[in-house]
């Protein structure tokens, strides 16, 4: 007996994914902007009227935009932009990074010889990115949400790797609960990209570790940029 085959079903959930990462993404620069205060109301029917979809693709956005805790649900009232992070749990974040990141950078140095090549990569595409930020700045042009959503990307991309570099499952998604609560981070600073320059220096001696083979030195390297990201955070704080 031949099998059956329903090649519409696999299609159909492949698009639904699709538009349902299209949307999250959408929201996701919606309340990056300052244009949003704390506690505005979301209307799901409205962002789906604004952005042609239908309520479904948003709903679920907002569902994963709540774990980040980018958004707030209030049981029959609905979802609200979350307030910005409190200084102790900024704080709280940073701590929890350098005890992930440093230890997974320490295990991923385990596998530098296929690490490292992908790392270069990487750092060319920030030095690259961190390039056109630069230019921008310099001619007084204000930053685009899309040069700042790529640059976030390409910037967290690096870590991503070194998570994925300890070929550890745990871990890696572990990296995904980090990189969320990274977003509310730059949410609650509002710094744009101004450390573009700094961060890519940083990751340059995370990579300059990794070559040399240590796990101690790369440890080391990854949580010296973080501390580095915190003092910058709390600059940022302080001055806004």
Do not use: C
């Not at 699709?18 to 244009?35: F, K, S």
């Not at 140095?109 to 750092?123: D, K, S």
């Not at 796990?215 to 990201?229: K, P, S, Y």
């Amino acid at each position: 007996m031949s099998e059956t085959v329903y090649p519409l079903a696999g299609a159909a959930a492949l698009e639904r994914r699709g538009l349902r990462d299209r949307v999250y993404d959408l929201v996701l620069d919606m309340l990056m902007t300052a244009d949003l205060a704390p506690g505005t109301r979301l209307s799901i029917d409205a962002i789906a009227r604004d952005l042609k979809v239908s309520p479904t693709p948003v709903r679920e956005a907002l569902v994963q935009l709540e774990r980040t805790g980018l958004v707030t649900r209030e049981a029959l009232k609905g979802y609200r932009v979350a307030p910005p992070l409190a200084e102790e749990h900024l704080e709280a974040l940073f701590d929890a990074r350098l005890v992930l990141e440093g230890g997974a950078t320490e295990l991923a140095a385990r596998h530098a010889e296929t690490l490292v090549p992908r790392l270069e990569q990487a750092l060319a595409e920030h030095i690259e990115i961190s390039r056109v930020v630069d230019e921008a700045v310099a001619h007084g042009e204000k930053l685009t949400l899309a040069l700042m959503r790529d640059y976030y990307a390409v910037d967290w991309n690096f870590h991503h790797l070194i998570f994925e570099g300890t070929q550890n499952p745990f871990l890696i998604d572990m990296s995904e609960a980090i990189s969320t609560r990274v977003h509310r981070m730059r949410q609650t600073v509002k710094s744009g990209v101004s450390d573009a320059d700094e961060a890519v220096v940083e990751h340059g001696a995370i990579l300059e570790a990794f070559r040399s083979g240590t796990g101690a030195a790369a440890g080391a390297a990854m949580r010296d940029h973080i501390q580095r990201v915190r003092e910058r955070a709390r600059r940022d704080v302080a001055s806004s």
